[in-house]
């Protein structure tokens, strides 16, 4: 069926360099992709999102590239801090399956001092 | 304001016993999901409900019924229980509009 996955389970960065995350999609017709960011032994919270209509969109200290041509969204974190040590998910609403949420596997970012 | 709220949030089975989880959330928010997180799969849907009265299935809906009696509430029921079943939950709710979903502490249960 189709999914969203990321690229590498695990990506490891020092403290101040810049982070990029990657997710590889296969669902098209998704009206949005989101980031979330999971924290050990809590419940993902949510970063940022795209519209399937946008290629860029910058939060604070993160940006969300969209690429609909290869299927590929990624998450650049600037400046990385040991906080944002976290499980990094990449998420999709299938506009054929509503308002459905569906996740990816995740990337462990870690962060050294 | 608690947001969403999971109940209990550790428990023990024994495989073929019977238990349900509950997710509130006082957000006022029309959407809710289940989900079961296990390593190295991600987040897993189970079943999402958009409004009071309504379920719908998600990728891995065998085993387990939900019910949203009101807005409010979620709730996740295993009839017999199973070891292939032993995962972290979590339940998560949003608005109708937006993609922002607030999630739970999770739930971590354990079939032996």
């Known amino acids: 069926g189709e999914s969203v996955g990321l690229h590498l389970p695990t990506l490891s960065v020092q403290e101040g360099d810049n982070s990029i995350i990657n997710c590889a999609y296969s669902n098209s017709a998704s009206d949005y992709f989101i980031w979330y960011k999971q924290e050990s032994g809590k419940g993902p919270q949510f970063i940022i999102d795209?519209?399937?209509?946008?290629d860029k969109r910058q939060g604070q200290r993160v940006t969300v590239l969209l690429n609909k041509t290869v299927k590929h969204l990624s998450l650049q974190i600037a400046a990385t801090q040991p906080g944002d040590s976290a499980v990094y998910f990449c998420?999709?609403?299938?506009?054929?399956?509503?308002?459905?949420?569906?996740f990816g596997k995740g990337t462990t970012l870690s962060v050294s001092s | 304001n608690a947001g969403v709220t999971q109940t209990p949030k550790f428990r023990v089975l024994k495989t073929g016993q019977s238990m349900t989880l509950l997710c509130a959330q006082d957000?006022?928010?029309?959407?809710m999901y289940w989900y079961r997180q296990d390593p190295g799969m991600g987040l897993r849907l189970i079943h999402y409900s958009v409004g009071e009265g309504t379920t719908a299935k998600g990728e891995v809906p065998d085993g387990y019924n939900v019910s949203r009696l009101k807005k409010q509430n979620f709730l996740l029921g295993l009839e017999s229980a199973a070891p292939s079943q032993t995962s972290v939950y979590f339940c998560?709710?949003?608005?109708?509009?937006?993609?922002?979903?607030?999630f739970g502490q999770g739930t971590r249960l354990t079939v032996v």
């Open positions: 998420a999709e609403t299938p506009s054929q399956a509503g308002t459905a949420l569906i």
């Open positions: 795209i519209r399937s209509n946008m």
């Open positions: 957000m006022n928010h029309e959407y």
């Open positions: 998560a709710s949003r608005p109708g509009t937006g993609t922002e979903a607030f």
